[in-house]
């Protein structure tokens, strides 16, 4: 049974810095690629960032030049570092394990974590 647990999220103002980490239990974490997600009031989820098993990356537009995903396979924990962070970044942010087809990345795993809160204001 897969678990997956969001953490590190908080209330920060423009221009901070926050470190998320996602907790991987019940599976062979190092050979899943993994992604970062999040999720706005009255948005549709958006796929972040991603980080295959060989550690290369990949981010969306939106975020490139500010965060940036790793993973620690000793720990089965991926993490998001988020630095000048903007108003426009608050949001629920979750994890999953990702599989690339058909042209894009989609979640391996029905069962979400309870995702961390995001809050950028002054």
């Known amino acids: 049974q897969v678990q997956l647990v969001e953490s590190g999220g908080g209330l920060v103002q423009p221009g901070g810095s926050l470190r998320l980490s996602c907790a991987v239990s019940g599976t062979i974490f190092s050979i899943y690629a993994m992604g970062w997600y999040r999720q706005a009031p009255g948005k549709q989820r958006e796929l972040v960032a991603t980080i295959t098993r060989g550690s290369n990356t990949n981010y969306v537009d939106s975020v490139k030049g500010r965060f940036t995903i790793s993973r620690d396979n000793a720990k089965n924990t991926v993490y998001l570092q988020m630095n000048s962070l903007k108003p426009e970044d608050t949001a629920v942010y979750y994890c999953?394990?990702?599989?690339?087809?058909?042209?894009?990345?989609?979640?391996?795993?029905?069962?979400w974590g309870q995702g961390t809160q995001v809050t950028v204001s002054s």
């Open positions: 999953n394990m990702v599989t690339y087809y058909s042209n894009s990345y989609h979640p391996r795993s029905d069962y």
